[in-house]
Protein backbone atom coordinates (compact mmCIF):
# COMPACT_ATOMS: atom_id res chain seq x y z
CA UNK A 1 0.00 0.00 0.00
CA UNK A 2 1.05 4.02 -1.01
CA UNK A 3 0.43 6.23 1.71
CA UNK A 4 2.32 9.22 2.55
CA UNK A 5 1.30 11.65 5.41
CA UNK A 6 3.11 14.98 5.40
CA UNK A 7 3.39 17.02 8.61
CA UNK A 8 4.91 20.56 10.37
CA UNK A 9 3.65 23.26 8.40
CA UNK A 10 2.16 26.48 9.73
CA UNK A 11 1.78 29.90 10.07
CA UNK A 12 5.35 31.91 10.03
CA UNK A 13 6.59 35.53 9.52
CA UNK A 14 8.99 36.36 6.57
CA UNK A 15 12.39 35.15 7.23
CA UNK A 16 11.46 32.83 9.62
CA UNK A 17 11.82 28.15 9.19
CA UNK A 18 9.65 25.58 8.90
CA UNK A 19 10.65 22.01 8.58
CA UNK A 20 8.47 19.72 6.99
CA UNK A 21 8.15 15.94 7.35
CA UNK A 22 6.57 12.77 5.01
CA UNK A 23 6.29 9.77 6.17
CA UNK A 24 6.34 7.29 3.13
CA UNK A 25 5.50 3.24 3.00
CA UNK A 26 8.89 1.49 4.08
CA UNK A 27 8.18 -0.92 0.81
CA UNK A 28 8.55 2.24 -1.95
CA UNK A 29 10.44 4.41 -0.32
CA UNK A 30 13.71 1.98 0.01
CA UNK A 31 13.67 1.85 -3.83
CA UNK A 32 11.97 5.33 -5.24
CA UNK A 33 13.61 8.93 -5.68
CA UNK A 34 11.04 11.63 -3.68
CA UNK A 35 10.32 14.87 -4.47
CA UNK A 36 8.54 17.49 -2.40
CA UNK A 37 5.79 19.22 -4.61
CA UNK A 38 3.82 22.65 -3.75
CA UNK A 39 0.42 24.29 -4.65
CA UNK A 40 -0.66 27.97 -4.23
CA UNK A 41 -3.77 28.68 -4.47
CA UNK A 42 -5.12 29.45 -8.22
CA UNK A 43 -1.95 27.55 -9.52
CA UNK A 44 -0.26 24.59 -11.35
CA UNK A 45 1.25 21.82 -8.42
CA UNK A 46 5.46 23.06 -9.04
CA UNK A 47 8.01 20.61 -8.05
CA UNK A 48 10.47 22.35 -5.26
CA UNK A 49 13.02 19.39 -4.42
CA UNK A 50 13.73 15.89 -4.84
CA UNK A 51 16.07 13.61 -3.72
CA UNK A 52 17.26 10.06 -4.90
CA UNK A 53 17.61 6.84 -2.89
CA UNK A 54 21.35 7.73 -2.72
CA UNK A 55 21.03 11.30 -1.90
CA UNK A 56 21.63 13.19 -4.89
CA UNK A 57 19.46 16.52 -4.61
CA UNK A 58 17.98 18.91 -7.30
CA UNK A 59 16.26 22.08 -6.27
CA UNK A 60 13.40 24.63 -7.96
CA UNK A 61 15.53 27.61 -8.78
CA UNK A 62 12.78 29.81 -6.55
CA UNK A 63 13.94 28.10 -3.46
CA UNK A 64 17.55 27.16 -4.41
CA UNK A 65 19.87 28.21 -1.08
CA UNK A 66 16.86 28.34 0.85
CA UNK A 67 15.49 24.94 1.22
CA UNK A 68 17.35 21.93 2.10
CA UNK A 69 15.61 18.37 1.14
CA UNK A 70 16.97 15.34 3.21
CA UNK A 71 16.10 11.54 3.30
CA UNK A 72 16.03 8.89 6.73
CA UNK A 73 16.17 5.62 5.12
CA UNK A 74 15.88 4.08 8.24
CA UNK A 75 12.55 6.43 9.36
CA UNK A 76 11.22 6.45 5.71
CA UNK A 77 10.99 9.81 6.17
CA UNK A 78 12.32 12.46 3.97
CA UNK A 79 11.84 16.23 5.10
CA UNK A 80 12.16 19.83 3.73
CA UNK A 81 14.40 22.11 5.80
CA UNK A 82 12.85 25.60 5.10
CA UNK A 83 14.83 29.11 5.73
CA UNK A 84 14.46 32.37 4.61
CA UNK A 85 10.75 31.79 3.82
CA UNK A 86 8.86 34.42 1.42
CA UNK A 87 4.70 35.17 1.36
CA UNK A 88 5.63 33.53 -2.27
CA UNK A 89 6.31 30.39 -0.50
CA UNK A 90 2.87 29.99 0.84
CA UNK A 91 1.38 26.74 -0.64
CA UNK A 92 -0.14 23.37 0.18
CA UNK A 93 3.59 20.87 0.59
CA UNK A 94 3.11 17.42 -0.82
CA UNK A 95 5.83 14.75 -0.96
CA UNK A 96 5.56 12.43 -3.88
CA UNK A 97 7.33 9.17 -4.64
CA UNK A 98 9.09 9.04 -8.41
CA UNK A 99 7.62 5.44 -9.17
CA UNK A 100 4.17 5.39 -7.97
CA UNK A 101 3.76 9.33 -8.82
CA UNK A 102 -0.31 8.86 -8.82
CA UNK A 103 -0.31 8.71 -5.14
CA UNK A 104 -0.35 11.75 -3.02
CA UNK A 105 -1.03 12.47 0.48
CA UNK A 106 -3.26 15.46 2.31
CA UNK A 107 -0.34 17.82 2.18
CA UNK A 108 0.41 20.28 4.59
CA UNK A 109 -0.44 23.77 4.64
CA UNK A 110 2.50 26.48 4.69
CA UNK A 111 1.43 30.06 5.41
CA UNK A 112 4.40 32.77 5.49
CA UNK A 113 2.50 35.91 6.48
CA UNK A 114 3.22 39.15 8.94
Known amino acids: QVQFVESGGGLVQPGGSLRLSCAAS????????MDWYRQAPGKQRELVAG???????NYADSVKGRFTISRDNAKNTVYLQMNSLKPEDTAVYYC????????WGQGTQVTVSS
Open 51 to 57: ITVGGST
Open 26 to 33: GSIFRISS
Open 96 to 103: NARLFKAY
